[in-house]
C-alpha cells in the first residue's frame, strides 16, 4: 500500500492543476488518469475544437489538430514529471473513504493509494438521446468529428448549446451544408436572447440552417452524410465506487458538493473528499474546474483566497465569438431584480471598422447601485471584452468607475467603455 498526502484521479485540467499547485505547496501527490493526460478538454474539446476554429481548411486542421494537442500533452506531462507528484496510469475505484483500487485494462492490480484527502477530478462525457435508431452509423460525438479525415457534406447537428453552435460555425466555413436542430426556442441558452438571436440570423445567412423548437424522436429521416450529438454531458463516475466512501450521486449522475467542492455525504473524520469540474456539475467549464482545484488545494492546507465563483465568464469561439458572464436579462426579469441596460455595437467602434468586423452587439447590466452585475456580447474578440468586464466585477466595480477608466484608442476594449458613456 502506497500513502500519500492528496490522491487526485483524473488528469484533466481540474486534476494536472491541483496536482502541480499541490506540490508547489509542499504536498505528496499520487494523480490517477486511464487515459492521455489533459482530459477531454485538451484531447477531445477545447484545443482541438479551436485549432479547427483558426484553420483556413479542413485538410489544415486536421494537419495541426493533433500538432497542437500532442505539444500541449507534453507539457501537461512535464507537469506530473515535477518533484512531489507521481503519476499511475489505470483506473480507480474507491476502497473506502481514504483508500484507492488502481486497476489496468479492467484487472485489479495489488496496488492500493491511501491518503487523507482525495480529490475526484474525472470530468464528462457526451450524452446522447436516447433514440430507437441512435447506434445509426453516421451519428458522432464531437470526439469523432475530430477524428474525421474527409469533410462531411452535409452535416446534421443535434442541439445548439456551445459545442453545436462552434462546430455548425466552423464546419460551414469549410464548405459544409450545415443543419442545426434545436429544441428550444433559441440558442445558446447561457446567452442573453438578445446576442444568441442575432448571432443565430448572422450564421443563417452564411447559409447555416436552424430548426428551432424542434424535438428529435427519429434518425431516419434527417438527411445527413453526419449526424453529430451535441445534446450535452454526462458525468463520469463509472466504476469509482463513490458508494464505498460514503458517497450518493445525485439524480443528473453527478456528484453533490457543498460550497468549498467537498463531497456531500462524506463525513469521515478522518479524510476529507472533493469533487471538481464537470464531475460535479456545477460548472462545466476548463477554468472553473482549474479555480475550483486551486480553491480545493487552499481548503486542505488551511489557505484562504478570494476566488469568486459567482462570477464565471464562458466564450463561444463561433465566428464571431459570443461571450458572457453574469445573468441574462430574462434572468434578470424572472429574478425580479432592479436593473439597467447599457448597449454598445461594434459598427461604431473604431477598430473593428478598420479590421472589417463591424457585426456585433455588447449589453452590459448594472444593479440600482450602478454595480455592473453582468455583460453579454457577440463579435470579435467578444471573449476579451467579456473577460475585462468579469474582472471589473469580481471589484465590485460601478458604471461610472468604468467610465472614469482610461482605454487604448483604437482598440476593440473601448466597446465596453462605450457601453457606459
Given at each position: 500500500m502506497t500513502t500519500t498526502d492528496l490522491i487526485i484521479i483524473g488528469a484533466g485540467p481540474g486534476g494536472y492543476r491541483a496536482a502541480e499547485y499541490a506540490a508547489k505547496q509542499g504536498l505528496h501527490v499520487v494523480i490517477i488518469e486511464k487515459d492521455e493526460v489533459g482530459g477531454t478538454c485538451l484531447n477531445r474539446g477545447c484545443i482541438p475544437t479551436k485549432t479547427y476554429v483558426h484553420s483556413t481548411t479542413f485538410a489544415e486542421a486536421v494537419g495541426r489538430q493533433q500538432q497542437v494537442v500532442s505539444q500541449l500533452r507534453s507539457g501537461v506531462e512535464q507537469i506530473l514529471s515535477a518533484p512531489g507528484i507521481t503519476l499511475v496510469r489505470g483506473t480507480a475505484s474507491f476502497v473506502d473513504a481514504q483508500t484507492i483500487q488502481v486497476c489496468n485494462d479492467g484487472i485489479v492490480t495489488n496496488e492500493t493509494i491511501t491518503a487523507p484527502h482525495i480529490i475526484i477530478a474525472t470530468g464528462s462525457s457526451a450524452r446522447l438521446l436516447p433514440l430507437p435508431d441512435i447506434h445509426d452509423p453516421?451519428?458522432?460525438?464531437?470526439?469523432?468529428?475530430?477524428?474525421?479525415?474527409?469533410?462531411?457534406?452535409?452535416?446534421?447537428?443535434?442541439?445548439?448549446?456551445?459545442?453545436?453552435?462552434?462546430?455548425?460555425?466552423?464546419?460551414?466555413?469549410?464548405?459544409?451544408?450545415?443543419?442545426?436542430?434545436?429544441?428550444?426556442?433559441?440558442?445558446?441558452?447561457?446567452?442573453?436572447?438578445?446576442?444568441?438571436?442575432?448571432?443565430?440570423?448572422?450564421?443563417?445567412?452564411?447559409?447555416?440552417?436552424?430548426?428551432?423548437?424542434?424535438?428529435?424522436?427519429?434518425?431516419?429521416?434527417?438527411?445527413?452524410?453526419?449526424?453529430?450529438?451535441?445534446?450535452?454531458?454526462?458525468?463520469?463516475?463509472?466504476?469509482?465506487?463513490?458508494?464505498?466512501?460514503?458517497?450518493?450521486?445525485?439524480?443528473?449522475?453527478?456528484?453533490?458538493?457543498?460550497?468549498?467542492?467537498?463531497?456531500?455525504?462524506?463525513?469521515?473524520?478522518?479524510?476529507?473528499?472533493?469533487?471538481?469540474?464537470?464531475?460535479?456539475?456545477?460548472?462545466?467549464?476548463?477554468?472553473?474546474?482549474?479555480?475550483?482545484?486551486?480553491?480545493?488545494?487552499?481548503?486542505?492546507?488551511?489557505?484562504?483566497?478570494?476566488?469568486?465563483?459567482?462570477?464565471?465568464?464562458?466564450?463561444?469561439f463561433t465566428e464571431p465569438e459570443a461571450a458572457c458572464v453574469g445573468p441574462t436579462e430574462d434572468q434578470l426579469k424572472e429574478q425580479g431584480i432592479e436593473y439597467i441596460c447599457k448597449k454598445s455595437f461594434w459598427r461604431a467602434n473604431g477598430k473593428a471598422l478598420a479590421m472589417n468586423e463591424t457585426e456585433g452587439m455588447l449589453k452590459l447590466f448594472a444593479d440600482k447601485d450602478d454595480r455592473i452585475i453582468g455583460c453579454h456580447a457577440y463579435g470579435a474578440h467578444a471573449a476579451d471584452l467579456i473577460q475585462e468586464c468579469s474582472v471589473l466585477m469580481c471589484k465590485d466595480t460601478a458604471c461610472s468607475e468604468l467610465r472614469d477608466m482610461v482605454h487604448i484608442h483604437p482598440t476593440l476594449s473601448e466597446i465596453l467603455k462605450a457601453a457606459v458613456e
Open positions: 453516421r451519428v458522432m460525438t464531437s470526439t469523432e468529428l475530430l477524428q474525421l479525415q474527409t469533410l462531411p457534406k452535409r452535416l446534421c447537428i443535434i442541439g445548439a448549446g456551445v459545442i453545436g453552435m462552434e462546430f455548425a460555425s466552423v464546419f460551414n466555413r469549410f464548405g459544409s451544408e450545415v443543419t442545426v436542430i434545436e429544441y428550444l426556442k433559441e440558442c445558446l441558452p447561457m446567452v442573453d436572447c438578445d446576442i444568441a438571436k442575432r448571432l443565430r440570423k448572422l450564421l443563417e445567412k452564411r447559409g447555416i440552417t436552424f430548426k428551432m423548437k424542434t424535438a428529435v424522436q427519429s434518425l431516419k429521416d434527417i438527411d445527413a452524410d453526419v449526424i453529430l450529438m451535441a445534446t450535452g454531458r454526462k458525468a463520469n463516475t463509472e466504476g469509482l465506487n463513490v458508494e464505498a466512501a460514503g458517497i450518493t450521486l445525485a439524480p443528473n449522475g453527478t456528484i453533490p458538493v457543498d460550497d468549498n467542492f467537498r463531497c456531500i455525504g462524506c463525513d469521515s473524520i478522518a479524510t476529507r473528499i472533493f469533487a471538481i469540474g464537470d464531475v460535479n456539475g456545477r460548472q462545466m467549464l476548463a477554468h472553473a474546474a482549474e479555480m475550483q482545484a486551486i480553491h480545493v488545494v487552499n481548503q486542505i492546507i488551511g489557505k484562504k483566497d478570494g476566488i469568486r465563483f459567482d462570477i464565471m465568464p464562458a466564450a463561444i
